[in-house]
């Protein structure tokens, strides 16, 4: 089983920045990792992806320019630089881990990841 631990999350004005934080423990491989995050009444959609191993990093279009994922092996974290933040960002961000290396990670599905973080709240005000 892995075990997905988000920090980093809280209140900023519109074009501050954050940086969240996710720790993994473990012992299933896992092939992708990424940041997802829900606002109230919203289904959770994917922000960012990334392989663990070589591959592509994928964005959602609204945050692509702004946002940043990155990874941390020897420690094993994944990161998420959020920069230019705006008050459509607001949201439960969760940190993900998919053991699933068929998974079309461009998608972004949530469905395709089985391990998931408690969140972490982001609140940007205008």
């Known amino acids: 089983q892995m075990r997905l631990v988000e920090s980093g999350g809280g209140s900023v004005q519109a074009g501050g920045s954050l940086r969240l934080s996710c720790v993994s423990s473990g012992r299933t491989y896992i092939y992708y990792m990424g940041w997802f995050r829900q606002a109230p009444g919203k289904e959770r959609e994917g922000v960012a992806v990334s392989p663990t191993g070589s591959g592509s990093i994928h964005y959602t279009d609204s945050v692509k320019g702004r946002f940043t994922i990155s990874r941390d092996n020897a420690q094993n974290t994944l990161y998420l630089q959020m920069d230019s933040l705006k008050p459509e960002d607001t949201g439960t961000y969760y940190c993900?881990?998919?053991?699933?290396?068929?998974?079309?990670?461009?998608?972004?599905?949530?469905?395709?990841?089985?391990?998931w973080g408690q969140g972490t709240q982001v609140t940007v005000s205008s």
């Open positions: 993900a881990a998919s053991s699933d290396w068929r998974i079309d990670a461009y998608l972004m599905r949530p469905d395709d990841y089985a391990y």
